[in-house]
């Protein structure tokens, strides 16, 4: 089973399938865009995976939701609010249905639509719009858990969701690739790590990912020799960055193309 796969299989037992696969394709969709800085588009994204999990919500509140131009997502997240305490858990009622509101301020009244002599707004508000999106996810899968699946790998699944999104990263079917300008092997092997984590690369899975930046295999292997002191390798070969080489990769993402 796909980590994909495990998702939909997780929420589906709170959420209505139709709609959680919804939210999933958009955000990945969203999340992909905002890797490659098509802020426009990324934003646009993100409100389309909050429109399906708004139908999430209201799905396991067993409120209708209307079809076509009669969605009104003001209208439903209203209804939310005024589902009676203690009717259902105040995740549903208040939490997520508060942060949809909030993202779709973003996306429905800011966008690309900006005065020319002010600071576009576009970079950042695909940035926290991204990483709401994240943190709601998250929230979906914290909530559903209960008793569906392991609590470690729920709270692996929420590291993954909730881990910061850099622009110079793109993911392409599960292969990572870096667009910074200081493109050593080194630099790769950390952000190829990094996008990762909290979870492990394979010893040679990052050999491969550092390969496909036309680097020699000898330099692949030579970088991650070299990375003793910023990563953990268990006993089967899986790499996890530390503090200091998520320190570094992070540098290398936020500034180091200046």
Not at 3 to 11: C, N, T
Not at 44 to 52: N, S, T, W
Not at 94 to 103: E, S
Not at 187 to 193: Q, Y
Request: hydrophobic letters at 40%; charged letters at 25%.
């Amino acid at each position: 089973m796909t980590a994909g796969d495990e998702l939909v299989h997780l929420l589906s037992a709170t959420f209505p399938t139709r709609n959680v696969k919804a939210a999933l394709g958009h955000f990945q969709a969203s999340v992909g865009e905002f890797q490659q800085g098509a802020w426009e588009s990324a934003i646009a994204k993100a409100g389309k995976f909050l429109e399906a999990v708004l139908k999430c919500i209201c799905g396991n509140a067993n409120i209708p939701v209307p079809t076509g131009r009669r969605f009104k997502a003001d209208q439903l997240l209203v209804a939310l609010e005024q589902i009676p305490r203690g009717t259902v858990d105040d995740t549903i009622r208040l939490t997520l249905p508060r942060a949809c509101r909030f993202g779709y301020d973003i996306s429905s009244n800011r966008g690309g639509r900006h005065d020319p002599d002010e600071v576009d707004p576009n970079q950042m508000d695909a940035t926290v719009i991204v990483g709401l999106s994240s943190w709601v996810l998250a929230e979906m899968v914290r909530f559903s858990q209960k008793g569906a699946v392991d609590p470690d790998r729920a709270a692996q699944m929420v590291g993954r969701l909730i881990a910061p999104r850099y622009p110079l990263i793109e993911n392409v079917d599960g292969r990572v690739y870096f667009h910074g300008s200081k493109k050593t092997a080194r630099a790769i092997a950390l952000v190829v790590l990094l996008s990762a984590y909290p979870g492990r690369v394979n010893r040679e899975e990052l050999v491969s990912a550092i390969r496909r930046h036309n680097m020699t295999d000898n330099a692949a292997r030579v970088a991650i020799t070299r990375l003793k002191g910023v990563v953990d390798e268990d006993a089967d070969g899986n790499l996890q960055l530390l503090a200091p080489g998520r320190k570094e990769a992070e540098e290398l993402l936020g500034g180091g193309d200046s």
